[in-house]
């Protein structure tokens, strides 16, 4: 291994893959959950606390992990124990799904949704504690649906409009779309009737299917992001991106289509960010979805979301979760690491470790969504020669940067150490997008250079 850079180390190992929860109830056996490591995390909302230092992920079924480095996950345990009695009378479940937290003063609160699987009658309540593990007390109901409105009350993600201060509840699931509602400050509750404004919906031919949305505010581009999850959970969840200056948008894509146009041909609106892919080793995943974003204290960037192992039989796969450096192109749209976060650090690589056989994913839109495979590719220093199965093209290198050309094609790449998950070793990682908006991952294989 080069000592002129620092590797991530290799990350601690996921426990063997549990038996199906179906499985599990015929014979009545009930894992110690603290022993899953990170299986069966679902719709994970990453929070940095202040008061502690630590990292936390809160998860369908109220759900909490704590980590000190994004890396090392540790159980806390459920930090609500049930709905309020008004939401269960409404939804006729007990089910706590897809909790979000913001901090507002010395109070943490907690967004619950509680519903039943695939129906409208669904409520978003609030519950809050003195501290990030709880337990949290459910305060009251922030909003109900039922199929007589226009949308669904699940999925709550709370943005504060930097310039007003005032909150706003982000949520939504099929039917109508994703919404924003505005929130009482002081209370953490509605502020006005109704659903509030639709943010982004899909075409009844796609089957509605968005859900999850995120918003953050970059305070270096003035843009508010909108993440969202197209698709459905089990087999072709995909993460999609628009932007705004105003939290209550227009939200846009990177070639300017509304997050809100129903004329989506060829499932192009929203700019891709994250779907299933295949390396040419290891494991292949399919359906990374229902995302949080944290920006960390120190600048850096990260998206945390739920993904399952390739198996498009029918057969329900469970979900694990993935947390991976996210950066930033110069006109202000995210794209990803292209392997799960080990620790990687932001450093300069000499240029030298960088030539060699590479495999290469395009993260392309598709219709329908499946999983997108690695190709080879090559980087050679002799008059910086790129190729990528036929392609042919040149290279160059300057800042961490890699900027390839091929044809009429320019495609731009940050440089960064990462643990390749695949064949559990450390190498050189490639993250960037083309001049088309398509983004892209490159990892090299192979022996490093001496």
């Known amino acids: 291994m080069d000592t002129r850079i620092q590797y991530p ?9 549990p038996v199906p929860k179906k499985d599990r109830e015929k014979k009545k056996e009930k894992p110690d959950p603290a022993k899953l490591g990170l299986w069966y995390t679902h719709d994970p909302a990453v929070y940095q606390d202040e008061c502690s230092g630590n990292y936390y992920i809160y998860g369908t079924g109220a759900v909490c992990q704590k980590s000190a480095d994004l890396v090392h996950w540790e159980y806390v ?34 967004y619950c949704s509680n519903s039943t699987w695939g129906v409208q009658q669904s409520c978003i309540f609030l519950a809050v504690a003195d501290n990030a593990e709880g337990p949290f007390v459910p305060r009251g109901i922030v909003l109900k649906t039922s199929s007589d409105l226009s949308t669904n009350a699940i999925d709550a993600n709370i943005i504060t409009d930097a310039e007003t201060g ?11 779309g994703c919404h924003a509602l505005k929130l009482d400050t002081q209370t953490g509750l509605a502020a006005e009737e109704g659903v509030g404004k639709c943010l982004a919906c899909r075409p009844s031919w796609l089957s509605t299917a968005i859900e999850g949305p995120y918003m953050v505010y970059h305070p270096d581009t003035k843009y508010y992001y909108l ?22 948008g227009p939200f846009v894509d990177r070639n300017g289509r509304e997050l809100t146009d129903l004329t989506d041909e060829d499932n192009s609106i929203g700019q891709m960010l994250f779907c299933g892919y295949c390396w040419n080793d290891g494991v292949s995943y399919m359906a990374p979805g229902h995302n949080s974003v944290l920006h960390d204290k120190d600048g850096s960037w990260y998206l945390v979301c739920h993904i399952r192992e390739k198996n498009f039989t029918g057969v329900p796969e469970i979900s694990t979760m ?14 990803l690491s292209p392997e799960p976060y080990s620790g990687e650090i932001d450093q300069e690589i000499p240029k030298d470790l960088l030539e060699g056989r590479y495999e290469r994913i395009n993260l392309i839109s598709a219709l329908p969504q499946g999983i997108q495979t690695a190709v080879p590719m090559k980087l050679e220093d002799e008059n910086d020669y790129y190729e990528c199965c036929s392609i042919q093209g040149k290279w160059s290198y300057e800042n961490n940067r890699v900027t390839i050309t091929y044809g009429p094609h320019v495609d731009t790449a940050h440089v960064t150490a ?13 993250c960037g997008m083309s001049d088309k908006g398509v983004p892209f991952w490159a990892k090299r294989v192979g022996a490093s250079r001496p």
Request: glycine share 10%; aromatic share 14%.
């Open 227 to 248: 993440f969202v999850s197209y698709g459905s959970l089990k087999m072709d969840y995909q993460v999609r991106v628009g932007r705004s200056r105003s939290v209550l």
């Open 77 to 110: 345990g459920k930090v609500v124990e049930h709905p309020p009695k008004e939401a269960e009378e409404w939804t006729g479940g007990k089910d706590i799904w897809a909790p979000d937290i913001v901090k507002v003063g010395d109070e943490y609160r907690l």
């Open 9 to 17: 180390k290799e990350p601690p190992k996921q426990p063997a893959k």
């Open 418 to 430: 990462v643990w390749d998950s695949e064949k559990n070793q450390p190498t050189i990682g490639l």
């Open 322 to 335: 993935q947390v991976r450096k996210m950066y930033w192109t110069d006109d202000g749209w995210p794209f």
């Open 166 to 176: 005032e909150m706003y509840m982000i949520y939504g699931s099929f039917w109508g």
